[in-house]
């Protein structure tokens, strides 16, 4: 079975300020990993992937996430936060079906 | 290029009435999914189609929702009848390939039903 978690419901962080986003996962196999993001009344949109290769993924927006085989993790990081920053975001894996977690409010703060 | 199109972006309806929903996926997208996706929860897969054919409806409620892409581009999905659990999102995506499990999906805005 495949499934992630999102520990955090809410991230709250201030304006330039580095954030986090956790993210853990669980499948049998090798995780093909993916973040998106979702504004109000809007679809989810696709933000950077792990498939192979370097640990360190560089994505749209200048998100990055890391992948740790040994942690099951692949946390979404940003080095300077900014208030339109402020959305959902979603961890999701595959193979198979792409499995969402429940996602994780981020509120950056002026 | 265009993305994923729905309609319509909001219905309300009493439950035991039916609704339908369309999809338009990215041109030359052979996957399309159909997810719902509840208030203060991720999306859950309800049906996934390659071209017209069904790759996954394990997590389709098939009592009372059905859905449809008959020339494997647009497809459909409908409830009949609706109960007041499935006020949700129900989101399409679309993406390249089936076997491609390192595309992302593409999503559509979707549609808020609300069952009253």
Not at chain 2, 32 to 46: A, D, E, R, S, V
Request: charged content about 20%; proline content about 6%.
């Amino acid at each position: 079975a495949q499934s992630v978690a999102q520990p955090e419901d809410q991230v709250n962080v201030a304006e330039g300020n580095p954030l986090t986003v956790k993210c853990t996962y669980s499948v049998s196999g090798n995780p093909y990993l993916f973040w998106y993001v979702q504004y109000p009344n809007r679809g989810l949109q696709f933000l950077l992937k792990y498939i192979t290769g370097d640990n360190l993924v560089k994505g749209s927006y200048g998100f990055e996430a890391e992948f740790n085989k040994s942690q099951t993790s692949f946390h979404l990081k940003k080095p300077s936060a900014l208030v339109s920053d402020s959305a959902l975001y979603f961890c999701a894996v595959r193979p198979k079906d792409m499995r969402f977690g429940a996602g994780t409010r981020l509120t950056v703060k002026p | 290029e265009a993305g994923v199109a729905q309609s319509p972006r909001y219905k309300i309806i009493e439950k035991r009435q039916s609704v339908a929903f369309w999809c338009n996926p990215i041109s030359g997208h052979a996957t399309l999914y159909w997810y719902q996706q509840i208030l203060g929860q991720g999306p859950k897969l309800l049906i996934q189609f390659q071209n017209n054919g069904v790759v996954d409806d394990s997590q389709l409620p098939k009592d009372r929702f059905s859905a449809e892409r008959l020339k494997g581009v647009d497809s459909t999905l409908k409830i009949q009848p609706a109960k007041l659990e499935d006020s949700a999102v129900y989101l399409c995506a679309s993406s390249f390939g089936w076997a491609a499990y390192n595309s992302p999906l593409h999503f559509g805005n979707g549609t808020r039903l609300t069952v009253t």
